[in-house]
């Protein structure tokens, strides 16, 4: 007997196309309640840049990301460097 699971188990790409379509909805949510919401804006230009200064200094930065076990992602990066870096050092010796 087939296992029915089996016989609907989405492709791959499929499920990685659908987490990356609820990152950006999670984005999106958290970006409208954030700056949107409320607030009018003179130009597309001026949103654009409420948007990017957004993403670029609070949204992608310093906030907490729980993928990232609850590191921001520069903290992330500095301590992947620094596990790299003491790894290669390991290496050579």
């Known amino acids: 007997m087939c296992?029915?699971?089996?016989?609907?188990?989405?492709p791959y790409k499929m499920v990685e196309k659908v987490t990356e379509?609820?990152?950006?909805?999670?984005?999106?949510?958290?970006?409208?309640k954030d700056i949107i919401y409320g607030r009018r804006f003179k130009t597309r230009e001026e949103a654009?840049?409420?948007?990017?200064?957004?993403t670029e200094a609070f949204y992608n930065c310093p906030r907490l990301h729980s993928t990232l076990?609850?590191?921001s992602p520069m903290e992330?990066?500095?301590?992947y460097s620094y596990r790299e870096e003491v790894a290669q050092q390991w290496l050579l010796k």
């Open 76 to 79: 992330y990066e500095r301590q």
């Open 3 to 10: 296992d029915i699971i089996m016989i609907f188990k989405p």
């Open 48 to 54: 654009e840049l409420v948007i990017i200064e957004y």
């Open 69 to 71: 076990g609850n590191l």
């Open 21 to 32: 379509l609820l990152m950006y909805g999670v984005l999106f949510s958290t970006l409208k």
